[in-house]
T-cell receptor, first 115, second 116 residues
């Protein structure tokens, strides 16, 4: 079945460092891809998404490009801030059986940014 | 829109008691999802509904868990009897799934459940 694999955390960076969180997926058909962020004590929020190959999603300085050839959707940010400390989830839309409306989530990657 | 609304935000109960979690999805959304999040198991999909009808409840842990959606603006997740291992954060999410571009799920703030 469809699945999402994220790099293990926690990822610890200093402020203004470059961030990459790897995400690869296995899917039938052409899923949409998502990054969600969860700040401490809160629910998940959509960070960015891409609906087709080569699309780039971007928001708040974060970017991710839908790479069909490598089945990847890596999250990047050029200069992280302490306020970016959170858990990041990669997800894909489960379209193996048509539009089920369901998302498949990765296990989450914790990012800690130190001042 | 107020977003997805969940109540209560925190619940502390004793083992054996019945617990009812409530969710109001975003108006107009036709999918509703219940998730559970723990440190050990991460984020788990318990059950989801489309147009108030349960589509997939394969994630519901056991018969102690039940979920209903009596109308488009309200859903409940009930645990009876509750056990300490049910302690977790329970999230409700909704989406408008009819059009492919609108697969985004919107999450509520969660209910933190502690069963003593």
């Amino acid at each position: 079945g469809d699945s999402v694999t994220q790099m293990e955390g926690p990822v610890t960076l200093s402020e203004e460092a470059f961030l990459t969180i790897n995400c690869t997926y296995t899917a039938t058909g052409y899923p949409s891809l998502f990054w969600y962020v969860q700040y401490p004590g809160e629910g998940l929020q959509l960070l960015l998404k891409a609906t087709k190959a080569d699309d780039k999603g971007s928001n708040k300085g974060f970017e991710a490009t839908y790479r069909k050839e490598t089945t990847s959707f890596h999250l990047e940010k050029g200069s992280v801030q302490v306020s970016d400390s959170a858990v990041y989830f990669c997800a894909l839309s489960d379209r193996g059986s048509g539009n089920t409306g369901k998302l498949i989530f990765g296990q989450g990657t914790t990012l800690q940014v130190k001042p | 829109d107020a977003g997805v609304i969940q109540s209560p935000r925190h619940e502390v109960t004793e083992m054996g008691q019945e617990v009812t979690l409530r969710c109001k999805p975003i108006s107009g959304h036709d999918y509703l999802f219940w998730y559970r999040q723990t440190m050990m198991r991460g984020l788990e999909l318990l059950i989801y509904f489309n147009n108030n009808v349960p589509i997939d409840d394969s994630g519901m842990p056991e018969d102690r868990f039940s979920a209903k959606m009596p109308n488009a603006s309200f859903s409940t997740l009930k645990i009876q009897p509750s056990e300490p291992r049910d302690s977790a954060v329970y999230f409700c999410a909704s989406s408008y799934g009819t059009e492919r571009v609108e697969e985004t799920q919107y999450f509520g703030p969660g209910t933190r459940l502690l069963v003593l």
